[in-house]
């Protein structure tokens, strides 16, 4: 694990801008407040940068605990050049639609903690693709102002029709009218993953990225990496307890 970097936004700190709010309040209330304030802050569109490093990032619980690891890659050779860790208090409680108020402190902390800045950032879970359009990677993203993208194992809003049974067919997801992802068949007749563009990322490039980090298995190698180095760790915490 590397030495951390400074940023700008701290993991439980305010937005920057004039009209900074708390990004992680640790109540219900506070955290419908956070979401309908910055949402109007996501941006979908086509990435503006040329990508030379992404992460993927994940989280686990052990007890009162959250585990956020972060795994950073070249790209496009998806050569493994970095990890980094964050463990930290769980300050909110489980509250479906606000997953994001539990798990995205650590997962900023261990962003930080990498050697290097991703240039976009995958995370295991959902962006626009949500009840208030606002999912962990849209959070985080504009927390972080960076380019992010969802790619979860399920959905959890939308309707679609099942994508073709093709490594790299798909089909839209699509929620009260809007297309808010991709249900996508990352393997030949594999179940498919559901992408969602999070913050300064189309849908296309997101699609995109996922299928070119996608390599032997269902999951992008990333997101597999920081799946096995979360558990890693929470096996490390279960010994010690």
Request: hydrophobic share 40%; proline share 9%; aromatic share 8%.
């Amino acid at each position: 694990m590397s030495a951390g970097r400074n940023s700008p936004d701290s993991p439980s700190g305010p937005v920057s801008g004039p009209d900074a709010i708390p990004a992680w309040p640790e109540d219900i209330e506070g955290a419908k407040a956070v979401q309908l304030a910055l949402r109007g802050r996501v941006r979908i569109s086509p990435l503006r940068t040329r990508i030379e490093y992404v992460a993927g990032v994940d989280a686990a619980f052990h007890g009162d605990r959250v585990i956020a690891a972060a795994c950073l890659y070249e790209f496009p050779s998806l050569v493994h050049v970095g990890d980094a860790c964050a463990v930290a208090g769980v300050r909110f409680p489980y509250v479906p639609g606000f997953l994001s108020f539990r798990e995205g402190p650590a997962m900023i902390e261990a962003i930080n903690r990498l050697g290097r800045k991703p240039d976009v950032i995958l995370f295991d879970g959902q962006g626009i693709a949500h009840p208030k359009g606002f999912g962990i990677a849209s959070h985080v993203g504009v927390v972080l102002d960076m380019p992010t993208v969802g790619c979860a194992k399920s959905r959890l809003v939308g309707e679609y029709s099942p994508p073709g049974p093709g490594k790299g067919e798909f089909s839209y997801l699509v929620y009260r009218g809007r297309t808010v992802g991709a249900v996508l068949r990352t393997r030949e007749n594999v179940s498919p993953v559901f992408v969602s563009p999070g913050n300064r990322i189309d849908l296309k490039g997101a699609v995109d990225l996922v299928l070119k980090c996608t390599v032997r298995y269902r999951i992008p190698e990333p997101l597999r990496c920081a799946d096995h180095l979360a558990g890693k760790v929470k096996r490390t915490l279960c010994g010690s307890s």
